[in-house]
């Protein structure tokens, strides 16, 4: 049989998919590995999944609910659901989304894509916090955004920095944030940077997405406010259950001013017209059950006590050169070493070691991180936690005298 000539179909791809990375998926796939010690995907542990309250709650949709929960949803999502979604809010945020704020997703990735396709022309500026999460930058991407990059120190992203490209002749459209223990350093942005932001993007028109997916697996009680709270005229705050609920359903929620929601509901048409009505219909259940908080405080409980085990391993087995985060909640620390250290040469070495983690550059959109890496505590076992930190302590120091 007759092939296709070289080369292939990629000349056919459209321009704004070229040179797309697919390190994400890279990623997910190297934290599926079997025999590795994994520290590579944010991955929830299946151990906090509700397994008995969704055989239970499936049970009764399918005898009680077929037509709902098994029919197309509504593209902003099933009334229920958002009502639901917007009793939590009103109870954890103290804010209540007015009609037409609030839609229901198909998980964050979905409403950065949305975001996206409703504001981003080619060439529009988007701001990120430097390092992000890789799935905003590969979805902004997409949409042939210039991606630039702002500061983050320990107390969150630097509000001059953002204020200097606000008022440069590039300024931004919006600016991606994760606030509370973010994907990859595990920092929380303090209370006086949120104000600040918010002021900086209301001077300036400049939306602000708010990326919340760790906010609610934070290990302590005092929690600075969502930037959603202290401005819903700017904020678009998007919501994830993939870290609390499970990721097997892709649920989440956008909330935002009415006008940006409605453009997304119209994006959200052409993506995949709506999140499935089914797992709309078993988080809704779950929520009225109450079910939720409970399997948040057990999950708090496992990844604490996990960061726990990694910070006081990372104490014991790294050199003195070598410097982490040390996060109040989430699944991430982020360690940083010498300027001359090669984190992707190192992560090759470490997984010739039975050892997986992600280097620091592909979560810097303009350049930079290649001393960095990050470390996911939210998959492994204590004995895994144990032993691949002082796998990656022998590695480093061995880097270190070999050099
Ligand atoms: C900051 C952040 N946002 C969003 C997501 C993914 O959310 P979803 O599964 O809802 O698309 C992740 C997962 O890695 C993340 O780290």
């Given amino acids: 049989m007759a092939t296709l000539p070289q080369p292939g179909w990629s000349p056919a791809f459209a321009r704004r998919t070229q040179g797309a990375s697919g390190e994400l998926a890279a990623i997910l796939a190297l934290a599926a590995g079997t025999g590795m010690i994994s520290f590579a995907g944010g991955l929830p542990d299946p151990r906090t999944f509700p397994v008995g309250v969704l055989a239970e709650l499936t049970k009764r949709l399918l005898a009680g609910d077929a037509a709902v929960s098994l029919q197309y949803s509504p593209t902003p999502g099933l009334p229920g659901l958002r009502q639901a979604f917007g009793d939590r809010l009103a109870h954890t945020e103290g804010r209540r989304p007015q009609p037409g704020e609030l839609m229901v997703t198909s998980g964050t990735i979905d409403a950065i894509g949305l ?37 983050v120190d320990e107390d969150g992203v630097d509000v001059a920095a953002f204020e200097r490209l606000c008022a440069s002749n590039a300024p931004p459209k919006l600016l991606y944030t994760i606030p509370d223990h973010q994907n990859p350093t595990g920092i929380t942005m303090s209370a006086e940077r949120r104000t600040a932001l918010v002021e900086v993007c209301r001077k300036h028109g400049v939306l602000l997405v708010e990326d919340v997916a760790y906010r609610e697996l ?28 499970f990721p097997g359903v892709r649920l989440g929620w956008a909330v935002g001013p009415a006008e940006v929601i409605a453009q997304m509901v119209i994006a959200k048409q052409n993506s995949d017209q709506c999140a499935g009505a089914f797992g709309q219909r078993l988080l809704e259940e779950y929520l009225r059950g109450h079910h939720l908080d409970p399997q948040l405080r057990a999950s708090r409980a496992l990844y604490a006590g996990r960061c726990h ?13 070598i410097t982490w985060t040390r996060p109040r909640g989430g699944f991430f620390t982020w360690l940083s070493g010498p300027e001359w250290l090669d984190t992707t040469a190192l992560a090759r070495r470490a997984r010739d070691a039975g050892l997986a983690f992600v280097p620091g550059r592909p979560f810097h959109p303009t350049g930079g991180g290649g001393n960095q890496l990050r470390l996911a505590y939210s998959l492994a076992d204590d004995g895994q936690i144990i032993e691949g930190v002082r796998r990656l302590g022998t590695l480093i120091r061995s880097t270190m005298e070999n050099r």
């Fill in 115 to 151: 975001l996206a396709k409703a504001l981003i022309d080619a060439g529009d500026v988007v701001a990120v916090e430097a390092p992000t999460y890789l799935g905003a930058i590969d979805g902004f991407r997409g949409f042939q955004a210039d991606i630039r990059g702002i500061p």
């Fill in 218 to 245: 934070s290990f302590t009680a005092d929690r600075p406010p969502t930037l959603w709270s202290l401005a819903p005229d700017v904020v678009v705050q998007a919501g994830t259950t993939s870290k609390t609920f």
């Fill in 309 to 321: 085990l990694m910070l006081a391993a990372l104490d014991e087995y790294m050199p003195p050169a």
